[in-house]
């Protein structure tokens, strides 16, 4: 959360995040990604790198799925979050 104040304090027209979720408690991802959402909608644009797929895929517009740093699949997120092979590999459905 600090460091996406601190980046913020900026005013930046475009926001990089790379896994803001990583080994935070699930309570605290979800308020993250409450925040970044919030971000978005205030005009800015977010480029997201996350291993959380369902979450990523659920605030997103457009994403890319990448396997040993190939992009696979790309698409809209809503597309992607329902593509069964998605599913499967990413979210465990």
Do not use: C, W
């Amino acid at each position: 959360m600090l460091a996406i104040a601190r980046a913020l304090m900026a005013k930046p027209i475009q926001l990089m995040l790379d896994e803001p979720s990583l080994a935070l408690a699930p309570l605290i991802v979800r308020k993250i990604f409450e925040v970044i959402s919030r971000i978005h909608s205030e005009g800015v644009t977010i480029l997201l790198v996350e291993q959380n797929a369902k979450a990523a895929l659920e605030i997103a517009d457009r994403a890319y799925v990448m396997e040993t740093g190939r992009i696979t699949m790309s698409g809209s997120a809503k597309g992607l979050l329902e593509n069964e092979e998605v599913r499967k590999a990413y979210i465990g459905v």
